[in-house]
């Protein structure tokens, strides 16, 4: 049986894990991220996989990664939440631990994890949309992981939503993780405790009655406990969730949207308002088969467990 290494690199913590051929985590470990260093984050890989490798024999390495990554697999070019820009994180990994490397996007290797062992391992064609600060996004299409010409596809967050909208961390105006992730949820629902607070009393309850603490975590705790405005926030990002993942429909015809990161938490608090503005959206198919719509399987050990899958096939 061959045994290889997810290593999964997020803006603040790194996790990593040993995986067997069928998706199994047979260890697991974690280090915080120093997101700010880029030799430090390289150190903490580097500890992350020795530390495994030391009792398991393995065979080779797959990084997921926070940030755009090259076609070839070897360098992220740019990590708006890391210090890496241009790094040539694959040699830089290989050449200390001895082992084959390959990196990948971090959303990538989450939507391959799903495909091959979560919530659409019965799809040849599936998308990955990863609901969290922002929005990541992974497309497998007929049994291969799409990466693109330049090994960026699958931005699905920074599709336009809103011309001249909400300003967006990329530079441009009205992207869609501006109108559906965490940060939008919160957005909203501090909006909505500002200007009526008569519906927002167990949310502001939460938050010491200032709209300006509002969290995600209180927006779900206050809207599973019926606070009109913590609903009505899902209901927003949940209807722009389903009216992009229509477009998608549209692109790419899919037969499973798997929806994770952070938010997925919430479960049909978000899924419910999203379903209702898909359906809407792609009324004119009318009884044509459209992709369903599912909630991630493998929640925050997808990275390991695709980046150690993708590192096997390598
Ligand atoms: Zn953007």
């Given at each position: 049986?061959?045994?290889t290494i997810g290593v999964d690199v997020g803006g603040t913590k790194v996790l990593g894990g040993v995986v067997d051929p069928e998706g199994k985590l047979l260890a697991w470990t974690r280090r915080n991220t120093p997101a700010h260093d880029v030799s430090q984050t390289l150190e903490m890989i580097v500890d992350v996989v020795r530390e495994l490798a030391a009792k398991h024999e393995v065979e080779a390495v797959g990084v997921g990664a926070a940030g755009w990554i090259d076609a070839e697999r070897s360098n992220v070019l740019f990590a708006p939440n890391l210090a890496w820009r241009n790094e040539p994180l694959r040699d830089a990994v290989a050449s200390v631990v001895g082992l084959p490397v390959v990196v990948e996007n971090d959303a990538n290797v989450a939507a391959w994890a799903e495909f091959q062992f979560g919530a659409a391992r019965d799809a040849h064609t599936s998308l990955l949309l990863t609901i969290g600060t922002g929005i990541g996004g992974g497309i497998v299409l007929n049994g291969e992981l799409v990466r693109g010409a330049h090994g960026i596809a699958a931005e699905f967050g920074h599709m336009l939503a809103v011309p001249d909208g909400h300003p967006c961390g990329?530079?441009?105006?009205?992207?869609?993780?501006?109108y559906t992730s965490g940060s939008a949820l919160v957005r909203e629902a501090q909006i909505l405790a500002k200007n009526n607070p008569d519906s927002a009393r167990i949310l502001l309850e939460l938050a010491g009655g200032d709209p300006g603490r509002i969290d995600g975590p209180m927006v779900t705790q206050a809207a599973q406990?019926?606070?009109?405005?913590?609903?009505?926030?899902?209901?927003?990002?949940?209807t722009w969730l389903g009216i992009g993942m229509a477009d998608l429909v549209q692109i790419l015809d899919p037969q499973v949207i798997v929806v994770g990161g952070g938010v997925i938490d919430a479960g049909d608090l978000l899924l419910a308002p999203a379903r209702t503005a898909y359906t809407q959206s792609l009324a004119q198919r009318a009884r044509l088969a459209v992709a369903e719509i599912r909630p991630a399987e493998l929640g925050p050990r997808a990275g390991v467990i695709g980046a150690a899958d993708l590192a096997r096939r390598r």
């Open positions: 049986m061959t045994l990329c530079g441009r105006r009205g992207c869609l993780e501006q406990q019926g606070d009109n405005a913590a609903l009505a926030a899902f209901i927003e990002i949940g």
